[in-house]
Nanobody
Framework: EVQLQASGGGLVQPGGSLRLSCAAS????????IGWFRQAPGKEREGVSC?????????YYADSVKGRFTISRDNAKNTVYLQMNSLKPEDTAVYYC????????????????????????WGKGTLVTVSS
């Protein structure tokens, strides 16, 4: 059974940091890109970051988080991380991780992956609240 579990959210003051984790199981982790998404109350889901399969050498960041967030993966632990620094109140949202469905492009952060259109499994989200 494929499972993705996001964790690490919490309450943090503006300017603070959090590290989210996405623990995966039930599939060949190395073979898939993994994406991070978020949804704030009353807003549409937003693609935050993506890391390609295996080496993870190729990454994507939304303009809103570029320079503040860093995505990484530890294939030995089947885990993807999202290090979030210089957090702002507008980063407040439920954060989700997801994997794309199996295809010839599932190793890559394609436009469909970044936008969440081709994801077949989503983890339960973790709430990040940035507030003083």
């Amino acid at each position: 059974e494929v499972q993705l579990q996001a964790s690490g959210g919490g309450l943090v003051q503006p300017g603070g940091s959090l590290r989210l984790s996405c623990a995966a199981s039930g599939f060949t982790f190395d073979d898939y890109a993994i994406g991070w998404f978020r949804q704030a109350p009353g807003k549409e889901r937003e693609g935050v970051s993506c890391i390609r399969a295996a080496s993870g050498i190729s990454t994507y960041y939304a303009d809103s988080v570029k320079g503040r967030f860093t995505i990484s993966r530890d294939n030995a632990k089947n885990t993807v991380y999202l290090q979030m620094n210089s957090l702002k109140p507008e980063d407040t949202a439920v954060y989700y991780c997801a994997k794309p469905r199996s295809s010839r492009s599932s190793r890559l952060c394609t436009l469909a992956t970044i936008n969440g259109y081709d994801m077949d499994y989503w983890g339960k989200g973790t709430l990040v609240t940035v507030s003083s």
